[in-house]
């Protein structure tokens, strides 16, 4: 591929996937990461190197490793968006908004649960091929889920995640978290008589 796109490889590590799928795309590599992969959320929150911009050439070795992983098993997609990316682009593609964790609904078509494909090169094909291995999902707990508040501000905030050019560092995170659990009246302390942060997801967040 680097031979194809003129690009000479210096060496066997000189040149991950990312800098060619960005050559190819025609962005920098910050830029096709931050847009094109789901790595802006599985480092959304670090204690290593928070100040390195996600795609950074100094992060070489974090690009090799984990650039292009999943954000979770198998591959998901929503029938609604296939059928209209066919009728308006000819060609149907992948979102990362619904590969990640805990997500079920599409953002644009919320009352569409999303089809799960199990096999574990569905990412190379294209959705409207791999959506016919696929199954939607039917349980009382989807339904439930579909009409949870703390569900849609989760899908909110992890929009927000997969938009961010660099993470944040784990003790601001940590910071912030302790404030708006002491705003809630939860634990920050460790009396008993208050509810811990888990219970309180526990209790907020529809159970499977």
Known sequence: MAARLGIEDTGRRSLTRVDLLAQASGIDVPGFVVRHTTLPIRRAVTSFRPDLQHGSGDGIALLWRSALQPARPGAYACPACVDEDLDFHGFSYWRRIHQIPGLHFCQKHPKQALSFVRDSHALRMA????????????????????????????????????????????????????????????????????????DHVLRTFPSN
Do not use: Q, Y
């Open 127 to 198: 959705p409207s091929v791999a959506i016919a291995l696929g199954t939607v999902p039917e349980s009382a707990w989807l339904k439930t889920i579909r009409h949870s508040r703390a569900v849609a501000r989760f899908t909110e905030i992890c929009s927000e995640l997969l938009s961010m050019d660099r993470p944040a560092a784990a003790s601001a995170m940590a910071k912030l978290v302790k404030e708006k659990c002491r705003a809630k009246g939860l634990n920050v302390h460790r009396r008993p008589t208050k509810e811990l942060l888990s």
